[in-house]
């Protein structure tokens, strides 16, 4: 299995495909909607979850994605729920910022038991990312390359550290890109996070001499991208969410925003938003912050994702969901169960 640091980059950029014309968000019937389109500016697709998808029956690659900003703090009970009991996947892969020191892989690792084993791993500090694939499944790889990319700041002073992590592999043959990242904080610097996550884009995997690659077939990010509800303020955001109706406050959303004007994103997908805003909770609770800051309630938390090919993969999104129980952070963990299908010619 060949090991290196670096992996394939797009002749531009192969993670924020940047369009050019007008774009709305809606649901879409089905995830082949997320193809990418070079000549219509797409923004970001919301998808819906479709349960029927049967472990190992429907798919070819199943893959558990989590991304969590731990708020440097560890608990072994909360990784463990966070990996589950049942593991009906074929990875997990791991996204964490504002991880602790500390040895978070022989964490997860006891949490897996011995029926899963660390394929890649990709750490700058505090971000981190982390996959795993069950015992005996090296076998399935082809290539595996990890790279980094830290952006602006001092976090790295308090090991708060903003940028992005990656794994390139190839497994079971097919492609994919996966990007652990934590951008810069704060309602008002929407344009700074724009400009770090072309960057990111851009600078990941650039060492590569190879001036023909090919894209990966499936890139996804995952992470605190720290976008904000915006035009809201806290006790109005507050109100809709106590009375079950934040997904009237998706309007409001940055993020969406953003991918709409052409700044990022444009061709991803991501899973309707139907659990609550993610940051920022009182440690220990699921109440909204209390502090004198008294933040407008969020997703920051986000996970997406875009097939290259829609004619040569089929995806299907079995979950998007955050995990509520856990109360060791100020933000809430997102997981996603996201299956692929290589279609094959007749």
């Known amino acids: 299995m060949k090991r290196i640091e670096a992996a394939p980059p797009a002749q531009g950029c192969f993670c924020c495909f940047m369009g050019k014309s ?3 968000r809606g649901p879409g019937n089905d995830v082949s909607s997320c193809r990418e389109n070079k000549a219509k500016h797409e923004g970001i697709k919301t998808i819906r979850t479709c349960r029927s998808c049967v472990f190992s029956e429907d798919s ?9 900003n731990m708020n440097g703090r560890v608990s072994h009970e909360d990784l463990a ?31 897996l038991a011995k029926t899963y084993v660390l394929l890649g791993k990709s750490v700058m500090q505090s971000v981190q990312l982390y996959i795993f694939g069950p015992m005996a499944s090296e076998s399935l790889i082809k290539d595996l390359k990890v790279d ?18 990656a794994i390139g592999i190839v497994y079971r ?13 704060h309602a008002h610097n929407v344009g700074e996070r724009n400009a770090e996550c072309r960057h990111i884009s851009h600078a990941l995997f650039s060492k590569d001499r190879n001036p023909f690659p090919r894209p ?32 009237m406050l998706i309007g409001k959303d940055q993020l969406l925003h953003e991918a709409e004007r052409g700044k990022i994103f444009d061709g991803y997908c991501e899973g309707s938003l139907r659990f609550k805003p993610t940051y920022k909770y009182n440690i220990g609770s699921s109440d909204y912050d209390t502090s004198h800051k008294v933040r ?25 969901e ?25």
């Open 22 to 24: 007008r774009s709305a």
């Open 60 to 68: 070819d690659l199943c893959i558990c994605l989590v991304t969590w």
């Open 81 to 111: 729920e966070l990996v589950g009991s049942k593991l009906e996947y074929d990875l997990l892969v791991m996204g964490l910022q504002e991880a602790p020191q500390g040895d978070i892989a022989r964490i997860l690792q006891t949490a």
């Open 148 to 165: 980094k990319e830290p952006v602006g700041g001092f976090g790295w002073l308090v090991r708060r550290k903003k940028g992005a992590v």
């Open 173 to 185: 043959g097919i492609s994919m890109v996966f990007i652990s990242c934590h951008l810069s904080a």
């Open 216 to 247: 990966a077939q499936v890139t996804v990010w995952l992470g605190d991208l720290n976008y904000r509800l915006e035009g809201i303020g806290t006790y109005p955001a507050r109100n809709l969410i106590q009375k079950q109706q934040h997904k």
């Open 296 to 320: 407008v309630p969020s997703w920051t938390d986000r996970i997406l994702f875009r097939i290259e090919d829609a004619n040569a993969i089929r995806p299907t999104l079995r979950c998007y």
């Open 322 to 346: 955050s995990v509520d129980d856990i109360k060791s952070s100020d933000h809430k963990p997102v997981k996603a169960h996201l299956c692929l299908k290589v279609i094959r010619d007749p």
